[in-house]
């Protein structure tokens, strides 16, 4: 998988479009930012249910991707017209699957916040959140830049 998220969502909504009568589209916002490995995998594997979700089971005519890379924030939305969830589904996942549960443990595992509405023939939203700080990669300071600083540091 590439580092790039951004990608790899497009790619996965443009081959679950293909066949499909709804459309999808992806807007990204800010500029990109090289993720944590493992925030990057977790981001990709919900926005794959979610995804999946509102294909197979939406009915819907648009299902729209926004991924935002914030100072502070990482945040990545899913939405389409379709039917809604029930309300039961919504709260407990369907008996035996693990599509929604799932993507609630995988939020919390990597420190996120999953939200998800949805009303009867309105369709559904995904919201997922997790901090900056957790999710973008720092670029590594080399030891000769902290070299170069302590030297320059007068006594």
Known sequence: MTN???????????ELASGNSAAFRLVVEGQ???????????????AREALRNAFRHAHATRIE???AYGPRLLRLRIRDDGDGIPAKILEEGRSGH???PGMRERAKQIGSKLSIWS??????EIDLR??????????????????????????
């Open 119 to 124: 009303r009867m023939g309105l369709g559904t």
């Open 98 to 100: 693990y599509g929604l």
């Open 130 to 155: 997790v901090a900056g700080s957790i999710a973008y990669r720092r670029a590594a300071r080399s030891r000769l830049s902290l070299f170069r600083k302590k030297s320059q540091v007068r006594l």
């Open 32 to 46: 990109a930012r090289d993720l944590h490995p493992i925030i990057r995998d977790e981001f990709y594997r919900i």
């Open 65 to 67: 991707a926004e991924l």
């Open 4 to 14: 790039d998220l951004a990608h790899a969502v497009r790619a996965l909504g443009g």
